[in-house]
């Protein structure tokens, strides 16, 4: 078991440029999950895959982000024309689960964007 | 919708102190789970503890120890003895079972310092 990880950890970029972060997850685990931390807060939710299936956006996801499953293993998030506002810890998790039945989320060190 | 409140944003106590760090949650649910993760300053987010809605029954982890009480919405977490490593951010979180498959709202966090 080598974590859910997360590439690039940093990422530092020009207002208008788009951006791509990578997450792998626990490899049994059928459920990956985006969320958003900014200074002083709690991870905010995103967005959720059970397998390849985007099955959640939350109204955060604006339409400049987004996400991909292609193949229910690894996940994508893309964020285009970067603004100030995007600045944050951008933080994956994984965790097994079918239904109502969920296993604890496994949570990556997070990729840390700074937009200039 | 679910809601999770950690009303102390900040605790400093000195070391060997004994610190409750607070929790009170909203949900409509009647199954859901409730974590506590711990963010050190390196940033990654630690999973501690999940409890089910089910399970009332206080547990105890070597210093740590969870108190959940569903009358009061409360799940505290208290730590015994505390340490200069225990220096970090914690994060309260709620997960419904029956309406969101696994996503988690999370508290804006406490920060505790442990003084030596």
Known sequence: DTGVSQDPRHKITKRGQNVTFRCDPISEHNRLYWYRQTLGQGPEFLTYFQNEAQLEKSRLLSDRFSAERPKGSFSTLEIQRTEQGDSAMYLCASSQGQGLRNQPQHFGDGTRLSIL | ?116
Do not use: H, M
């Open chain 2, 1 to 116: 919708a679910q809601k999770v409140t950690q009303a102390q944003t900040e605790i400093s106590v000195v070391e060997k102190e004994d610190v409750t760090l607070d929790c009170v949650y909203e949900t409509r649910d009647t199954t859901y789970y409730l974590f506590w993760y711990k963010q050190p300053p390196s940033g990654e987010l630690v999973f501690l503890i999940r409890r089910n809605s089910f399970d009332e029954q206080n547990e105890i982890s070597g210093r740590y120890s969870w108190n959940f009480q569903k009358s009061t919405s409360s799940f505290n977490f208290t730590i015994t003895a505390s340490q200069v490593v225990d220096s970090a951010v914690y994060f309260c979180a709620l997960s419904e079972a029956e309406t969101n498959a696994g996503k988690s709202t999370f508290g804006d966090g406490t920060t505790l310092t442990v003084k030596p």
